[in-house]
């Protein structure tokens, strides 16, 4: 059983450039929400993908976007970098309708300059 | 008002002692609950889920109280392993679907 795999671990953004994160979910898993964790406090919900459609959105502003594909892997789109965007992104798999068996990567850590 | 709240810690313990965190939240509809571990510069990984009959995991021992809304977590005999921040998880499902909410995670550090 694999786990859930980000790219990339680590990467250095410019305010205003663009950034792409990508998610592998675990076998067996359709879900995929996203979280961002500064330092110091905990992850913060993001959003969550479900048959490719988000079905669930934290307070996160419309520059940050994501998309699911048809094996459930899914990616995090994030705008106009400012420099409060800098934290680590987690990405977490699940079946849905559970809770319980939630699955994280080991996360991306985005730094915008 | 933090949907999930802790007290950051830090807690800095002997090996051998027993430590309690605490934790609230707002949410009167949420459904269910856990203690996560969380390394340094690591993911957050489950330790526990939470249940109003109170659980054990060893020297793990987590309790709900459903009308004052609160979550606890014991650790006994604590190891210098233990050393962590420990975060407290709750789903509201809200909006008619699972998410996970994390409180800002409790520090301990266990000292020879």
């Known amino acids: 059983e694999t786990g859930v795999t980000q790219s990339p671990t680590h990467l250095i953004k410019t305010r205003g450039q663009q950034v792409t994160l990508r998610c592998s979910s675990q076998s067996g898993h359709n879900t995929v929400s996203w979280y961002q964790q500064a330092l110091g406090q905990g992850p913060q919900f993001i959003f969550q993908y479900y048959r490719e459609e988000e079905n669930g959105r934290g307070n996160f502003p419309p520059r940050f976007s994501g998309l699911q594909f048809p094996n459930y892997s899914s990616e995090l789109n994030v705008n106009a970098l400012e420099l409060d965007d800098s934290a680590l992104y987690l990405c977490a798999s699940s079946l849905q309708g559970e809770s319980y068996g939630y699955t994280f990567g080991s996360g991306t850590r985005l730094t915008v300059v | 008002r933090k949907e999930v709240e802790q007290d950051p810690g830090p807690f800095n313990v002997p090996e051998g002692a027993t430590v309690a965190f605490n934790c609230t939240y707002s949410n009167s509809a949420s459904q269910s609950f856990f203690w996560y571990r969380q390394d340094c510069r690591k993911e957050p990984k489950l330790l526990m889920s939470?249940?109003?009959s109170g659980n054990e995991d060893g020297r793990f021992t987590a309790q709900l109280n459903r009308a004052s809304q609160y979550i606890s977590l014991l650790i006994r005999d604590s190891k210098l392993s233990d050393s962590a921040t420990y975060l407290c998880v709750v789903n509201p499902f809200s909006g008619g679907y699972n998410k996970l909410i994390f409180g800002a995670g409790t520090r301990l550090a266990v000292h020879p």
């Open positions: 939470v249940y109003s």
